[in-house]
């Protein structure tokens, strides 16, 4: 299952939104830590996404144990439900990806006055590099290929190591 929250959405009580999680009181803690209220709203969004997302599949967030741990690189995962959930955000937008097997998802907003090139060199190989200072549309092929890096790196659960590595 692929769904899809804006974050602009969130209107509401933010520390109400928090405390309502279903997800155990570590991701409440989590989430409460954040002081970025951009980066709050998406996380935020993600959770909710992911609340309702499960009530979509007539999950009962109420009467299961929607406990979210998290492995030694930040990877979350559910503590006794037998699904594997992806969550990306960018700009004003989060995605989450909800599966029975790994799953890793990304997506990115073109940014006009990003040095893409500069990115690209630090952490794409170096035929990947070369291909990106080649192309006629650089910013769209960086694009492309750092949502396919960092949406493998989720499903292998190793994030920017992943990326930096690959």
């Not at 974050?7 to 830590?33: H, M, N, V, Y």
Request: aromatic residues 10%.
């Amino acid at each position: 299952m692929l769904a899809f929250m804006p974050t602009d959405s969130l209107e509401a009580d933010l520390a109400q939104e928090i405390e309502s999680l279903p997800f155990g009181e570590s991701e409440i803690e989590r989430l409460q830590k954040i002081k970025n209220p951009s980066a709050l709203k998406n996380s935020l969004a993600a959770m909710l996404c992911l609340k309702n997302s499960l009530a979509a599949i007539e999950i009962n967030t109420a009467n299961s144990d929607l406990t979210i741990l998290r492995d030694k690189y930040g990877k979350p995962y559910f503590k006794s439900l037998p699904l594997c959930f992806s969550i990306t955000h960018s700009a004003d937008l989060c995605a989450l990806a909800l599966s029975d097997k790994n799953v890793g998802i990304d997506l990115e907003f073109y940014i006009e006055k990003r040095n893409y090139i500069s990115v690209a060199k630090r952490f794409f190989n170096a035929e990947q590099y070369e291909g990106i200072c080649r192309s006629a549309t650089p910013e769209l092929d960086f694009l492309a290929v750092w949502t396919k890096k960092e949406a493998l790196g989720k499903l292998c659960g190793k994030g920017l190591s992943y990326i930096c590595s690959s």
